[in-house]
């Protein structure tokens, strides 16, 4: 109940939230009661396709909807200035998700705009909270003191929501079966983040070796090419 009273501050001031969960049934869950409460969530997890999640993202910051869900929101590339609330579920439930470091860098989604929090819902103190919560405000202490003497006003990042990849009923480079070469000169690498980037690498890489063996070799030397220009960037 307290989390819905967070979000609903975040709403009327048409800022941005993000829940992160253990699970992915939590996640979808969560969403679910969410909408119930007449609250525009979504969730993202593992089962959620590359582009689709690169749509889900942008749509947060169009403010299509307020909340967004996770579980492992670190290897997202987050990086979401509207943000002004991370709640983390089950803090006390030690594991990856819950250790010292993801902890913090969980924590850190909140540092890009000026008015950002985090709220830690558990039971117990663990050391693991106690240790992300005491360097947090370590790293705080040191930057205020930074900023003060160096008169520095704190201000919410800007960053300029990107592109579209492509439309999102049209074929996609990650996750279909079927290669579509149109897109080695239509996609814009701008769009993609470093997650992304690795991932349409490996697809591109395994297509390679597949035109390669079904002798077409010029496509197949067109994507060695491109995935050069990827890496490069």
Do not use: W
Not at 123 to 138: H, L, P, Q
Not at 216 to 221: K, S, T, V
Request: positive net charge.
């Amino acid at each position: 109940q307290d989390l819905i009273l967070e979000i609903e501050k975040r709403v009327k001031l048409r800022e941005k939230v993000l829940v992160t969960t253990l699970t992915k049934k939590m996640a979808e869950d969560l969403s679910s009661y969410l909408k119930e409460k007449k609250i525009n969530a979504a969730y993202l997890h593992s089962d959620v396709k590359t582009l689709e999640r690169s749509n889900i993202l942008e749509n947060l910051r169009k403010g299509n909807f307020d909340v967004l869900i996770g579980v492992n929101l670190l290897r997202e590339g987050l990086d979401l200035p509207e943000v002004t609330l991370v709640a983390i579920l089950d803090a006390d439930k030690e594991g990856f998700l819950r250790s010292r470091t993801s902890l913090i860098q969980t924590m850190g989604r909140a540092a890009r705009n000026i008015t950002g929090q985090v709220i830690i819902y558990a039971d117990i103190m663990t050391k693991s909270i106690n240790e992300a919560v005491g360097e947090i405000n370590r790293r705080r202490k040191y930057q205020v003191e930074y900023n003060t003497k160096h008169k520095i006003t704190p201000k919410t990042i800007y960053k300029p929501i990107r592109e579209k990849i492509v439309d999102q009923d049209e074929k996609s480079l990650f996750y279909d079966r079927d290669f579509d070469s149109r897109y080695l000169d239509e996609m814009n690498m701008d769009s993609l983040t470093p997650f992304d980037k690795k991932k349409l690498v490996k697809k591109m890489e395994r297509e390679m070796k597949n035109q390669a063996e079904n002798l077409n070799f010029e496509l197949a030397i067109r994507i060695r090419e491109r995935v050069k220009e990827i890496v490069k960037d």
